[in-house]
């Protein structure tokens, strides 16, 4: 299994969250049994873990690199980036029935043949004025 991966600064918010809270819970709980653990996870949180993170970005482990679409580092990136993944593993967790599969499938699919004609027509009126410009040099 994957480990879960998280923006920049998303997962720097869940350390400080967790630094802060786990503190507290040490100098409520543990005040004269492990009074070395209180300062120890609040600088191990605070001043290392989340200066690591925000210094090393993509390249720390749990860090989201930024995707091939230019979507943001700081939203984590899963598989609701790809429809077909997401149905895909809608229907083999049984939270979708077959028909239901088959059906966003064939949806899915038809606007995505209907993206690329739409972009195939965009390609074809980029070249046309280009065409026009050397079709009028030539003449």
């Known amino acids: 299994m994957a480990l879960p991966t998280?923006?920049?600064?998303?997962?720097?918010?869940?350390?400080?969250?967790?630094?802060?809270?786990?503190?507290?819970?040490?100098?409520?709980?543990?005040?004269?049994?492990?009074?070395?653990?209180?300062?120890?996870?609040?600088?191990?949180?605070?001043?290392?873990l989340v200066p690591l993170v925000l210094l090393m970005g993509d390249d720390f482990p749990l860090v989201a690199s930024e995707g091939s679409n230019g979507a943001s580092a700081d939203e984590p990136v899963s598989v609701a980036d790809d429809p077909?993944?997401?149905?895909?593993?809608r229907y083999a967790t049984g939270e979708i029935g077959e028909e239901e599969f088959e059906r966003k499938l064939d949806r899915l699919l038809e606007t995505e043949e209907l993206a690329d004609r739409v972009d195939a027509g965009d390609a074809n009126r980029r070249e046309s004025p280009d065409r026009r410009e050397r079709e009028t040099e030539l003449e």
Do not use: D
Request: net charge positive; glycine share 10%.
């Open 84 to 89: 077909l993944a997401t149905l895909r593993e």
């Open 6 to 48: 998280f923006g920049k600064m998303r997962l720097a918010g869940i350390i400080s969250v967790l630094s802060f809270g786990l503190t507290a819970l040490f100098a409520v709980l543990l005040p004269g049994f492990l009074e070395a653990l209180i300062p120890a996870t609040f600088i191990r949180g605070f001043f290392v």
